[in-house]
Structures are given as C-alpha cells and as structure tokens.
C-alpha cells in the first residue's frame, strides 16, 4: 500500500492517523500533495465531540469513521485526463481533508497566485465565508457592527467589516487572549461583558443609536436572545456561526415589534456562477482574500496560533476537545 498518512475520526472523541492508498486523480481532478491543513476548531470539533441531537443536521453529516477537514494548501503533482498540464507544480488551495495526499475536481480548486504565507492562506475556506456573509448583511461604511465571538471567524468578521467602513466595529468576547488578538486600529474596539456592561457600553458608542448590525459568532445557542438587545429598530442580526442546538426564541419581542431583520449567511450561499448582480463566488472572494494579504491590507498572521506536525492530530484533537479557548488557526504541517 502506498504511504498516505490521514487524520481518520473513529469514533466521537477517537481520532488516529492511519496509512492509506495514494489516491489517483481521474477525469477533471488533480492530484495534490498537501503542505498545510487548517483545523475547523467548530465544525470538526461540534462533529467529533458527538454532542448534537439525533434529530439534527449535526447527526446526520456525523458518519464514523471518516475523514474531515476542508482547508488543504498544496502543490499539484499529477492531473487527470481533461486537465491542462499547466497545473503541475503550480501551488493551490482546496476543500480537501487531513491527509498527506487529496484529489480535488478542478472546480474545487483555487490557484495561489500571489507570494502570501501559505500557512495564512489555510483560512480561505473561513474568509470567503465570512466574506460572504459580510455581504449578505450589506455591511455600509459608516454603520455600527457588533460581533459576538472572536473565534477566527469573529476575528475575519471583525477585519472585513471595518474594510468596508463599519464603525465602530465591536468585538464581543470574554476571553482576553481572544481580544488581544484585534488589530489595533481606529475604529476596532473590543468589550468583555463580564467586567462591563454590553448594552451600555454600545448606546454610550453610538450616541444612543444602537448597533445597525449584530453578528452572531459563538455558536452558542442558548446566548442568541441577550445578543438582539444591542440591535437598533429594523437592524440586521446576522447568523455566521453554525449554533449548536436549539433556541428558544420569541419571534414577537424578537423580530416582528422591532422589525428586526434575520439573515443567514452559510457557505453554501455563495452563487454557483458570477452573475451581474452578484460577481461573488468562492473563487472570487478567495482571490480577493489573496490579493488582501498580498498587498498588506489584511493582517492576520497573529491568528495563526498552532503549527503542529500531521503526526501530532490525535493529541492536538484532545486538546481542543478539553479547552479550545486559546487556540485560534490551527495548522498542520504535512511535510
């Protein structure tokens, strides 16, 4: 058998490395041999830890054993019939999983063309979601946003929100390394709530305004109803995270009487093709997110906080399972 090594998920909490076949690529796919894989500290982990309801979509993607991950930074090394030669050798980006060989279609593909860290360029399946779901909330310059959760998305939200002229922008977190990890600029502004009041801190920001947008970034359920508090009559609650269970909800207090406006902003609501009155696919926002880094508009280098050997996965596994708190991008070398 060919040497392969891939991150399996056993079973919920079980995670190992096993050795696998090389794949080979077929009609319309490449062969990728991956140099760095980024691990979703939120869908990995909600679908490894296995604590989601039967009934629930979270069930029914959750198959044991399989592979996971969807964020693979490789260079191309083989290609299949139909595929231009000019691909190999050439440094991609793909929603491939954990392992040391992936085959992608051409469609699931991104070139990196411009000279950025490859380990930064791990976070493109992240940035082009939030990227969508920035504009998804229609994000005006000019405009308050707050953002509950400075996870990676929370801080990708918060940094492409103020590209397009938000402010303030206010970041909501209750763990201080997470805050720390803002960028400091004018206009960015975090809060902990547990030393000050959230409710206080955004009427005293805004003049009394209130938030034109609020982002939902935690993934908690049971948080969602405080967070409509900071929103203004008609503003915009945006649903970036995927929360991880049920809310009790009251669509009267909630959403009919202030006329609240609830939008989600999954990945797949990216377009399928370019179309006039909407350009953005994900091979759109992913150039985008590429062109940002290279021309030093979009720092996120601090929010690498983990680069670990392949061979370590089981353990960094269990780490995060424990206490995710402190991690941000973690990133697994695979050479």
Same mark, same amino acid.
């Given at each position: 058998?060919?040497?392969n090594p891939t991150v399996v998920f056993v079973q919920p909490r079980e995670v190992v490395i096993e050795e696998r076949e090389i794949p080979s690529p077929q009609l319309n796919e490449l062969l990728?041999?991956?140099?760095?894989?980024?691990?979703?500290?939120?869908?990995?982990?909600?679908?490894?830890?296995?604590?989601?309801?039967?009934?629930?979509?979270?069930?029914?993607?959750? !198959?044991?054993?399989?592979?996971?991950?969807?964020?693979?930074?490789?260079?191309?090394?083989?290609?299949?019939?139909?595929?231009?030669?000019?691909?190999?050798?050439?440094?991609? @980006?793909?929603?491939?999983?954990?392992?040391? +060989?992936?085959?992608?279609?051409?469609?699931?593909?991104?070139?990196?063309?411009?000279?950025?860290?490859? =380990?930064?360029?791990?976070?493109?399946?992240?940035?082009?979601?939030?990227?969508?779901? @920035?504009?998804?909330?229609?994000?005006?310059?000019?405009?308050?946003v707050v953002i509950y959760g400075l996870g990676l998305l929370g801080q990708l939200a918060t940094r492409f929100c103020w590209l397009a002229g938000a402010r303030p922008v206010i970041g909501i977190?209750?763990?201080?390394?997470?805050?720390?990890?803002?960028?400091? !600029?004018?206009?960015?502004?975090?809060?902990?709530?547990?030393?000050?009041?959230?409710?206080?801190?955004?009427? =005293?920001?805004?003049?009394?305004?209130?938030?034109? @947008?609020?982002? =939902? @970034?935690?993934?908690?359920? *049971?948080?969602?109803?405080?967070?409509?508090?900071?929103?203004?009559?008609?503003?915009?609650?945006?649903?970036?995270?995927?929360?991880?269970?049920?809310?009790?909800?009251?669509?009267?207090?909630?959403?009919?009487?202030?006329?609240?406006?609830?939008?989600?902003?999954?990945?797949?609501? *990216?377009?399928? +093709?370019?179309?006039?009155?909407?350009?953005?696919?994900?091979?759109?926002?992913?150039?985008?997110?590429?062109?940002?880094?290279?021309?030093?508009?979009?720092?996120?280098?601090?929010?690498?906080?983990?680069?670990?050997?392949?061979?370590?996965?089981?353990?960094? +596994?269990?780490?995060?399972?424990?206490?995710?708190?402190?991690?941000?991008?973690?990133?697994? =070398?695979?050479?």
């Amino acid at each position: 058998m060919s040497k392969n090594p891939t991150v399996v998920f056993v079973q919920p909490r079980e995670v190992v490395i096993e050795e696998r076949e090389i794949p080979s690529p077929q009609l319309n796919e490449l062969l990728i041999k991956t140099e760095y894989t980024l691990i979703s500290t939120g869908t990995e982990l909600t679908i490894v830890n296995g604590e989601y309801s039967p009934s629930s979509v979270w069930a029914r993607i959750s !198959k044991f054993p399989s592979v996971l991950g969807y964020s693979n930074v490789g260079r191309v090394i083989a290609a299949g019939e139909n595929i231009d030669r000019s691909w190999i050798g050439r440094e991609v @980006v793909s929603h491939s999983y954990h392992a040391s +060989y992936v085959v992608s279609s051409i469609e699931g593909i991104e070139p990196i063309d411009r000279p950025i860290p490859k =380990e930064e360029a791990t976070l493109f399946e992240l940035a082009r979601t939030v990227m969508n779901g @920035v504009r998804r909330a229609r994000v005006q310059f000019g405009e308050t946003v707050v953002i509950y959760g400075l996870g990676l998305l929370g801080q990708l939200a918060t940094r492409f929100c103020w590209l397009a002229g938000a402010r303030p922008v206010i970041g909501i977190e209750i763990a201080e390394s997470r805050l720390g990890k803002l960028p400091s !600029k004018s206009g960015i502004i975090g809060l902990n709530p547990q030393k000050e009041d959230a409710t206080t801190k955004v009427k =005293e920001l805004t003049r009394g305004r209130m938030a034109d @947008v609020v982002f =939902e @970034v935690t993934g908690n359920p *049971h948080l969602i109803p405080d967070e409509f508090r900071l929103l203004r009559r008609q503003g915009r609650f945006i649903v970036l995270s995927s929360p991880r269970g049920t809310t009790t909800f009251d669509f009267h207090d909630l959403c009919n009487r202030p006329s609240f406006t609830i939008i989600g902003t999954h990945n797949s609501s *990216h377009p399928l +093709y370019p179309v006039l009155d909407n350009p953005w696919t994900k091979a759109r926002h992913t150039e985008l997110f590429f062109d940002l880094i290279a021309d030093g508009e979009l720092d996120i280098g601090n929010l690498i906080t983990h680069h670990i050997s392949y061979k370590k996965a089981p353990d960094i +596994y269990q780490m995060l399972l424990k206490d995710r708190s402190k991690a941000m991008g973690v990133v697994l =070398e695979w050479e």
